[in-house]
């Protein structure tokens, strides 16, 4: 993880970047944003010169490096902000954390009114860009280790870079657990990753249910999709109680660390990236323990259901009827319908025994979600308006998306079953939409304060883009620390 600190002097100057604003106007042009420190003798001038002749246009995430042998600096990097709204720093940072690649560090002269938004917008894409997963030392990593920001004041955007400096950890390490090929991860090995976390951070408790105990409370959900693999089922709670805490919110991750799809084996297009699907639990994991490192006063309860959806002698069949936690019976006719069971225990449990104020589960839930609303949006789902456009508003400032999908009454008739009290899996289409109202009919008396995000197909990038690496994306965790942190 990048170094980076704020100074109110540079103390190094070998590699400077200076931002590039666009034109303000239709008789003025693309200029470089007075900085809020001096610089070397003829470095404005030059850049002045450099900004028409390069055709530098400043929209954020523009880059352009100008090489100046024998000269300090000995390179500068223009770096377009936009309109310098959070947004278009946090481009602006990812821009150059891919441009600085080759150097070992860069100081970064900020403009003389920039905003604790903006630079926390900047760090953010300093380090969410710079991101790597590698489980071998072979070929070429990034060099960039440390980054200076230079600002009249650092105290004024000293909280800024560390709840940046948090996003982009705990966003890195829900990366890390959904990249991490299933080879190592299963649900144990998952459990035990988030027990490290936790333990670099006071005030936080943990419970990992096992097998065996799974089987004593009657997870019947968690316990059957797991029944196919050699590597058992886990419930991971992790809680984070602030003293004086008013609002308790429940998150809710779905983790299969590896999904066959089961007896309804999936074709292997669709199997090879199915490490991914447990980016929920990641996500959730993530904000708990960023709630926790940041102190945010609000208590957060995170249930992580986990398990391998595996094709054996003893995996749960198509037709079989599963009973959850607290009663409730589904009959099941698809195997790869398999999310929502976990899903569905862990709900029923949050509601009759943690009673929260607010729950929201988020899952890689359908691939109806991307047919929907393509690769970075999240299908958001919730009775509540505020709720919704409170978390809507979380996601927006983050710099990651979700729009608002329908509950509609007339689709709750698929869920009807001759055999059970729900049907899981319904073949009418809408296939996002009748996952969610099935996920409603476990929220008990918190159906109107429950949120279900589908968040399957932005959690996964085919590429760089802007900050998002090539692989999973941790799509989730900015959001809801960002909305955590407006709760009291």
């Known amino acids: ?29 693309p200029e470089p944003v007075s900085v809020t420190t001096a610089l070397p003798a003829g470095v404005v001038e030059e850049v002045a010169a450099l900004v028409p002749a390069t055709r530098l246009t400043g929209a954020p995430g523009e880059t352009y490096a100008h090489l100046r042998p024998g000269r300090t600096p000995g390179r500068l990097l223009l770096v377009g902000t936009g309109d310098g709204d959070e947004a278009a720093w946090r481009r602006a940072g990812a821009a150059l ?11 970064f002269a900020l403009p003389d009114d920039a905003s604790p938004a903006a630079v926390r917008g900047l760090v953010e894409g300093l380090l969410l860009a710079s991101y790597r997963f ?44 959904t990249n991490m090929p299933s080879s190592v991860k299963n649900p144990q090995w998952f459990a035990e990753q988030v027990r490290a976390a936790a333990a670099d951070l006071p005030d936080l408790t943990l419970r990992v249910r096992e097998p065996a105990d799974l089987a004593a409370e009657g997870f019947g959900g968690i316990l059957a999709v797991g029944a196919g693999s050699v590597n058992g089922p886990r419930l991971v709670e992790l809680d984070w109680h602030p003293a004086g ?22 074709p292997v297009p669709a199997m090879k990236l199915m490490r991914k699907d447990m980016a929920g639990a990641a996500a959730v994991v993530g904000a708990t323990l960023g709630a926790a490192a940041l102190r945010l006063p609000v208590r957060v309860t995170t249930l992580a259901p986990l398990a391998e959806n595996m094709v054996s002698g003893s995996a749960f069949r198509p037709g079989d009827v599963v009973r959850h936690y607290g009663g409730v019976t589904s009959e099941t006719t698809n195997s790869d319908a398999e999310g929502r069971l976990v899903l569905a225990d862990a709900l029923a449990y949050a509601v009759r025994e943690l009673k929260p104020d607010l729950l929201v589960d988020l899952a890689t839930l359908t691939g109806a979600n991307a047919v929907a609303l393509g690769k970075r949006h999240g299908a958001l789902y919730s009775e509540n308006d505020g709720l919704a456009a409170d978390v809507l508003a979380a996601v927006d400032a983050a710099g990651e998306a979700a729009w608002r999908m329908p509950l ?12 059970a009290d729900l049907h899981s899996s319904p073949d009418r289409g809408a296939g996002s939409v009748t996952a969610a109202l099935y ?50």
Request: charged share 25%.
């Open 1 to 29: 993880m990048l170094a980076i600190r704020l100074l109110a002097e540079p103390e190094r100057l070998d590699t400077l970047a200076l931002p590039v604003r666009p034109a303000r106007g239709e008789e003025s042009r």
């Open 97 to 107: 954390a891919r441009a600085a690649r080759d150097e070992t560090y860069i100081t």
């Open 134 to 177: 590698r489980l071998t030392d072979a070929g070429p990593t990034p060099s960039l280790t440390d980054v200076d920001l230079v600002v009249a004041d650092p105290a004024t955007h000293a909280d800024a870079v560390e709840a940046a400096r948090t996003t982009g950890r705990m966003t890195a390490l829900a990366r890390d657990l």
């Open 245 to 266: 805490a008013t609002t308790h919110v429940v998150l809710v991750g779905k983790g299969i660390t590896f999904d066959t799809g089961g007896i309804s084996i999936k």
């Open 408 to 419: 509609p009454a007339d689709y709750v008739e698929y869920l009807g079953s001759d055999l």
């Open 439 to 488: 996920l409603r009919e476990f929220t008990g008396d918190l159906r109107d304060r429950w949120l279900h995000i589908d968040m399957s197909a932005p959690s996964w990038a085919d590429g760089d883009d802007a900050e998002l690496t090539g692989g999973a994306t941790g799509w989730g965790v900015r959001s809801l620390l960002r909305w955590l942190a407006t709760l009291r």
